[in-house]
């Protein structure tokens, strides 16, 4: 009889995920419309409304950096219609803010990966360093008087540039700003000295010379900066990256995170979604969820250690 009521209570969840999606699926960004992570969003949704022949949409929910979206998916019920855009923010926020209403790694089912971004190590041209080890002698024999801005306390930009600072042994300033924007406009008039930007809002500056690359946080240099060696080469081990994914409330069934999986999947595999993401200066990064689980896992331990060692707070 037990086994029987066993069996008789899983009838209706495996008849839920083979019908599912029935009603629209929000998939939910913790940014404002506009970003690199929420068109990516979009276009992921526009894919996934035509495959499962369900409205897809895409809710923004600023603030917090992006941790009252996170909580209030982690909240919602398991049934396969509430999505989080996880981001890079996530595994940082994860160490960075003491008091979370949610835990990224239990409280999610991560899903799939979407792409990747990398930072380029990129300095003023007028500073005399022109290539990584340059710049590592260079703050050595100046500690402390080079300033490195980035897009705001805890963003990427920030944590990659105190990691560097942590495995290069050096001693620099960091002038945190309300984004990007902000930050490169102090690069590019030499109020800060260096910066570890997301590839794409630096790139145009790059390649027309108003900002000098040094390096690029990738494991292989990037076909985008022909010449640029990656930071990894003097740095061994040295990779960051901006980067989005799909996870789901942490008890949403297997059936339905397999078959939004396979979804994402076929969606990154289609050459135009391709060249879009590589328009915006980043790479497809299709995964399992098992994958981009341990994606997330490594993420949040690597910056973890940075926001300790270096005792970054919230800003």
Same mark, same amino acid.
């Given at each position: 009889?037990?086994?029987?009521?066993?069996?008789?209570?899983? %009838?209706?969840?495996?008849?839920?995920?083979?019908?599912?999606?029935?009603?629209? %699926?929000? $998939?939910?960004?913790?940014? #404002?419309?506009?970003?690199? *992570?929420?068109?990516?969003?979009?276009?992921?949704?526009?894919? +996934?409304?035509?495959?499962?022949?369900?409205?897809? *949409?895409?809710?923004?929910?600023?603030?917090?950096?992006?941790?009252?979206?996170?909580?209030? %998916?982690?909240?919602?019920?398991?049934?396969?219609?509430? +999505?989080?855009? *996880?981001?890079?923010?996530?595994?940082?926020?994860?160490?960075?803010? /003491?008091?979370?209403?949610?835990?990224?790694?239990?409280?999610?089912?991560?899903?799939? !990966?979407?792409?990747?971004?990398?930072?380029? $190590?990129? %300095?003023?041209?007028?500073?005399? &360093?022109?290539?990584?080890?340059?710049?590592?002698?260079?703050?050595?024999?100046?500690?402390?008087?080079?300033?490195?801005?980035?897009?705001?306390?805890?963003?990427?930009?920030?944590?990659?540039?105190?990691?560097?600072?942590? $495995?290069?042994?050096?001693?620099?300033?960091?002038?945190?700003?309300?984004?990007?924007?902000?930050?490169?406009?102090?690069?590019?008039?030499?109020?800060?000295?260096?910066?570890?930007?997301?590839?794409?809002?630096?790139?145009?500056?790059?390649?027309?010379?108003?900002?000098?690359?040094?390096?690029?946080?990738? #494991?292989?240099?990037?076909?985008?900066?022909?010449?640029?060696?990656? *930071?990894?080469?003097?740095?061994?081990?040295?990779?960051?990256?901006?980067? &989005?994914?799909? !996870?789901?409330?942490?008890?949403?069934?297997?059936?339905?995170? !397999?078959?939004?999986?396979?979804?994402?999947?076929?969606?990154?595999?289609?050459?135009?979604?391709?060249?879009?993401?590589?328009?915006?200066? !980043?790479?497809? $990064?299709?995964?399992?969820?098992?994958?981009?689980?341990?994606?997330?896992? /490594?993420?949040?331990?690597?910056?973890?250690?940075?926001?300790?060692?270096?005792?970054?707070?919230?800003?």
């Amino acid at each position: 009889l037990a086994a029987g009521a066993v069996a008789l209570s899983a %009838v209706p969840r495996v008849a839920t995920a083979q019908a599912w999606p029935a009603q629209p %699926v929000r $998939m939910v960004v913790g940014f #404002a419309a506009g970003q690199a *992570i929420d068109i990516l969003a979009r276009l992921i949704a526009q894919s +996934l409304t035509e495959q499962l022949n369900q409205q897809f *949409i895409v809710e923004n929910k600023p603030g917090a950096g992006g941790n009252i979206a996170t909580e209030g %998916v982690a909240r919602a019920p398991a049934d396969g219609y509430t +999505l989080m855009v *996880i981001g890079a923010n996530n595994p940082i926020n994860s160490t960075l803010y /003491a008091n979370l209403g949610f835990d990224l790694l239990k409280d999610f089912a991560p899903v799939a !990966g979407i792409y990747r971004v990398f930072q380029v $190590m990129e %300095v003023n041209p007028a500073f005399p &360093a022109r290539t990584v080890p340059e710049f590592i002698a260079y703050a050595k024999a100046h500690p402390g008087k080079i300033n490195f801005g980035s897009a705001g306390t805890g963003s990427v930009a920030h944590v990659t540039g105190e990691w560097f600072k942590m $495995m290069a042994g050096i001693d620099m300033l960091h002038v945190p700003y309300r984004g990007a924007p902000l930050a490169l406009a102090d690069l590019l008039s030499g109020q800060v000295q260096v910066m570890f930007d997301n590839l794409p809002s630096s790139i145009e500056h790059i390649r027309a010379g108003r900002l000098r690359a040094l390096g690029v946080s990738t #494991a292989k240099p990037l076909e985008l900066l022909p010449g640029v060696p990656t *930071i990894a080469e003097f740095l061994p081990g040295f990779e960051t990256s901006a980067f &989005a994914g799909l !996870g789901a409330p942490a008890s949403t069934s297997r059936e339905i995170v !397999g078959k939004l999986k396979t979804a994402v999947n076929t969606a990154l595999a289609d050459p135009k979604l391709k060249a879009r993401i590589l328009d915006l200066g !980043g790479v497809p $990064m299709p995964m399992t969820p098992a994958e981009f689980g341990l994606f997330l896992a /490594a993420e949040t331990e690597k910056w973890a250690k940075v926001i300790r060692a270096a005792n970054i707070k919230p800003g």
